[in-house]
Each structure stands twice: as structure tokens, then as C-alpha cells.
């Protein structure tokens, strides 16, 4: 479900029509011809480290090449569940901590499993923690971090315990374009390096963790029964005519047409699928799955238009002058053909390109999961 | 006194050295920790020197700095940026400026001198328990305000009105001497942004093994060292401690920022200030090894934008001066780095030779007033400076009385 965001506030764009017309034609083309000569799909090279804090269950650092970083700190604390008793429990018949390992029981752990266990907070230099902007990306990330339901399961510990997973993300510089794709990276690396004491006690026993950090188990764990699923990441699509742009740097998401946030995942692979030809190969790429889609207000909505010779020079810089004449530039520029001058563009978003971002993200051969690789080398 | 003694471990083959019971000084028990010999951990510590037990939780001797790592230019999107390890304190800082006051309206960036702003934010994943950082927390105020004034000391401010200098200090793993860190990391990245200083703001804490216990009047033969003050506390030892957070200008005893928010004799201060100010030194030392360890171009190139700040401020003061006086066509300035330790001022053919001394120092001033009084009557010099040898920058400064 797209919902309308604004982005305006950190992304002027100090550009003049003449300067965005250009990038808009050069973007349009087929290949697109980027400013910074990259392909439509490649990426900013990235400076990245995980667990690079002792303080926190997971951490990690993430350098874009325009020179935005943020960090990320994962805290695991166990929590009294409160409505442990809730109407959910008169269903189950609780008498063995058996329920919770398999089959039946992941079905109830998703019944008891809460999606206030995992706070997000987002801090930006220079914003109130409560302004719209770091609010809307904490809520992106949460959003996409509860989409499967598998984490939050993995924070249940018993019916009357659970893990309280807070991820904290610092922008250390001020965001120069939108952060949202660097935000969910530096999340995705500190969560695949966070880990958790080792549960000794069992079943509804009081919670007891094994002193020894060197038996903690990784939140996502990488081999074993449950391996398979990698935390979530948030990219940024940019749509240029018919052309689709990933990792947009500040001046192209001046001429965007459209902005799309994607949330993927890699899910676990199912024990059936497992068993069967997966098996031989566990390390073959799957397609990844789409959790959301949302598409932001781009800032091109921001930009001034620009005025043809052909409506004349006194038209376009006289725009205060007599009501009618304005009016008139302003009706006759409705009926200017877009490749003209620089427009700023009415939003929208075609459905075929829609289709187009969903295939390139979620392929296996796709750049979601090109990253998702690519991050999986750093821990 | 001390009496060493080999002796062979009965487990092993290896030869162990501890301080015998002769050690007339110590209490029995002390001795007997300090000789166990522990075989099954490592070799054992050559406690030859020093006993065992006068060790801290963490190994050090009181006097004793923890591991200082520290990075200069760490951030390319900012103009000064620095990432700072005291021990497991790890403290990153980006400054934005000197520029024009971001806010619009009366307040901010309007004034004589330069207006610094000093935000800190305590990461929620920084301490052992997660905790958010509440909006208005006093002690982080005080600390904000605190690091703002020290460096408005500092810093040549008057040579950047109508501006502003963000500090913005990021807390990513607190374990003690907070403040400390964040004042030698915002020294850093104010170094990285080419705002000149007089010296290097250091800061480290002291603290006191014995709380409300007022010093022996001399020492004693006894006086095992227990009680003495000790140097960069960490978290552990500041919850039981009292201990005090001092900061100095360079190398020299002036102490700039003194904090204690803690009780204790007022007989202890003293020591305890002794003690920090020895650590500041030392800080010092660290800070300039960091310094010759960046990058050599950067380094060079933050030196050139220093020299250029201080003789670009130089001339368009001594240019206001002469207008001042009624001068009908402006003398041919030209204001020229001789020597990285000199700085040389042509002034229509007059030169200025600034010495390299300290701040305020007599010979420098005197020399300069009495060339310019040649020229122009009545001028007066507040202050001078120049490149020290290390790099660091200091004031010039020109006026009428």
C-alpha cells in the first residue's frame, strides 16, 4: 500500500530548469547515461564494518561514498511478556515446554509473539526525535523487520518472557540525500552480526542465560535448523521515463519521476524445499520476497518549471505581472509538450513499472539479493 | 626493603618471581595474594616491581591512562571530524563550520565572535542497559555547556564574527571519563576543521581511593599507596569513587574546565588536581601524535587553511586600523609565512617579525607596537601568535587603545 511521504525538507535541489532538463533527457535514454557514469543498476562503492561495538548485541557502520554514515546498535534485554494471560492462551493447553520447538508450535509462537518487541528509533542531526522524518523512517524499518513475522518469533522466549530487541541508528552527518536505503543497510549488518546469550533453562522455567558470550547465538543464525533468513533491507528505486535507477545520488532524485522504497528478504528455506533440490546446493541464490512497496514524494515536485522562447521572455519573467497574462503562461504551459523544458513531473507511477522494480529486486540474479550477498561478506 | 625471590613452580618447569613475606609493610593477606602463583592462567605477572594488589580492576597502576585511539578526518561530509577511544569510551564528532549562522532571526551567529553550539547525543545502545536519551537531561546540558565555554576560551573566536561552529558529539560506548573523551575529541575535530586555538584543550578525571578521609599531614612509612589518587576512571570506579573531570590548555598547568560532581575532602583536591593535570599532559602528548599520524597532505592542507585563517584575519584588522586613522589610500598589505614557526607581516615596507612565544608574550608584543606606532599612533596589541613547531595556531590580534 504506497503512502505519501516528504522527503522536501533535506532535499533542496539548488538546480535550474535548464540543469534538470539535461539530467532528465540523459536519464530517459535507453541505456540510461548516468552523471556519475554508473549503470542503471550498479551501486556507490560503500565502506562498511559490523560488530564494532562491545557494548551492544550487534552493531555495525556504514559509510555511503557522498559521505553520509550511520550507525547502528542492536540491544536485546528480556522483558516480562505483560498480557501473558491474554484471550490466546485459553486456546493453548500449556503442560510441557515441548509446544514451542516445531511444527505445532511456530504456529503458536506467532500467536503470542508481539510486534512491540521491536523498537526502532532513528536520530538525524538536527531533528527532534518526534519530528515526521526520523518517526516515518523508524517506522519504515519496523515495518519491514515485522513484515515476515519470523523475527519476532525468535524473541519469544516463553509465555511469560520475551527478548525486547531496540535497534538504535545514529546518522552521524547530516542527511544529504534520503537516508532510508543507508538506514536500512547499517540496520541489516547490525542485526546479522547481533547475538544472544545462550537459553539454558527450558520450557516456563524463569529465563537462565549461559555466562559464556562465546556461546551466544546469532539472532539470525547462518547454519543449522532455522538457518536461512536474512533481515530485511529497504532500497531506493528511482523511475526516469522508462528507465529504472537504483541507488539514486542527490541529483537524480532531483529529476525523478517517481520514488519507490522496496523491502525485501531472503525467506528461510521451507524443510520440504530443503529436503528436496535445495538441499545439494544450500548456498544457491533464491529469489528474495517483496515485504513492502511504498512510494515518497520525490523533491522534483519542488523544482520551478521552465519557460520556452516560444511563450516569450516577458511571460515567463514577468509571472507577478497582469493576472491574465500569468494565467495565460500558465495555461499555455499545461499544453507544452514535456521533453520541452524541464516540468516538474505529477507523480504517478505506471503499473507495468511497478512490475518492472518487483522483477529486478526479487530476482535471484536481481540486485537485492547482489546486496544482500555483498553484505553477507562483511561480518 | 623488598626482598626477591626465585622459585620454581611445583606444576611446572617455569621459574616465578612474587615479593616475599619480608615485605615488612604489608598486611599478611595482601602478601599472600599478591605471591599466589597462578599457575593454571598464564605465566605470571613480574610483580617484582609492583605488587598485585596495587593494581586496578583493570590491570592499570594509578597513574595510569587507558588505551587512547584516536582519528582525525573520519567523516567526509563534515569539515572537522573526529573518532575518539578512551578505553571502551568511544566517542565520534563531526563540526560543521565556522559559517554563517544557520538560524535566521535574532538569535544565533549575530555576535562579535564566533558562536559555538555543542550538541552531544547519547546513543540508546551506548551504556550496559539500553536507555534513551531523554530530551532535557540536566547532566548532559551541563556537559554541552561546559565542553561550549572551555572551547569559547580556546578558540580564537574573534577572529570569525557573525558565525557559527557546530560541535556535534555522538556517544557510542560510554565506560567512564565521558567528559573527558568528548572535550579531546571535539579538540580534534576542531583541529580537522582549521578553526584556530591557542592549544589543545585536553581533558582527563582523577579520583580518590579514600572518599571523606582528609590526607595524612605527612607521609607515612606505612603508606602502601592505597590512598592514592588515581588517573582515567572507568565506569566502575567512577560509581564508587569520588572523582573530578579536569581539562587544561596544552601542556601548561592552566587548568581551563574543572567538574566535580562528586564529595570529598577538600584536602584531596589537591592531589587529585595534581594528578589530573599530569594525565592532561600526557592526553596532550597523545593528541599530537595523532596529529602527525594523519594523513601527511591533510595535514598539510589544514596547516595552509590555518595560516591562511590567521594572516587573512591579520590583514583585514590591520586594515580596519588604518582606515580608522583617517588613511586616504590603503598601504599594500601582504601578509607571508616565512617559516612555519614565524609569521612575517610586510607592511609598506615595515616588517613584523612575531616571534614564536607563547600567548601574550611581552618581547612579541612589545616589538609590534613599536613598529606600528611608527606609522600609526596609538596601536596597541592584545595578543599574538603564531605556527608553534607542533602545529598549533595562536592569536593575533590588533587594536587602539
Redesign the interface.
Known sequence: MPTQASINAQAQVFLSPAELSYLHSSLTLNPAIRPDGRSSTQFRPLVAEAD?????NG?ARV?FA????A?A???I?VEKTQDAWKAADAALDVDDGEEYEEGRGSRRKADLSEDVWVET?V?I?GY??DDALPVFLAGILTEALLASGELKQRLFINRRFHWKL?V?I?L???P?SYPLPLLSLTTHLALLSARVPLLISQGEEDPLFSDDWAAATLLYPRTGAVAGDKPPITLLVVTIGENIIFDPSKDELAVAESVVAVSLDEPSISPAARSGKQKANPQSRRNLRLLSLRTIDPPSHLTSSGVPTSLGMETGADDFGTAATSSEAIVAREGLDRGEVWSPPRGGLKRNMVVKIIKECTSEEGVGQEVIRALAAVG | MIDERGDRCPGCTKWYWYQSASHTFTDSSRTQSSSQHLHSSRMPLDTSSYTLSQLRLDGRRWNELRRIHAQIST????DGSSYLEMG?T?V?C?V?GPAEGRRAGGQGGGGDVLDVRV?I?L????????R?QV?GDKRIFEMAHTITESLNRTLLTNLFPRSTLSI?L?V????GSLLAALINAATLACVDAGVPMKDYLVACTAGCMSAGAPPPPQVKADDDGSNDPILDLTALEEQELPFLTVATVGAEDKVAALVIESRFHAGRLDEMLAVGVDGCKRVKELVDEVMNMAPKSRASVRRAQLTRTITDAFAVKLRDLIWSRGATATPPIRLALVARPRVALHCSGGIFRLIPVPVGGCACRALAVGRLDARLKGAHWQGFGTMGSDGRAVAIEGGFT
Request: net charge negative; proline share 2%; charged share 25%.
Open positions: 564494532i561495538l562491545s557494548n551492544a552493531s559509510c557522498d559521505g553520509t554514515e550507525v546498535g542492536v540491544k534485554e528509533h536520530e542531526p527532534r526525535e531496540y538504535d545514529l552521524l552527518s547530516q544529504l | 567523516h567526509a561530509a563534515a571502551n568511544k565520534v563531526t560543521t550538541e547525543g546513543a540508546g545502545f551506548s551504556g550496559v542497559e539500553r534513551r530530551r556535534s555522538h557510542l560506548s560510554q565506560d
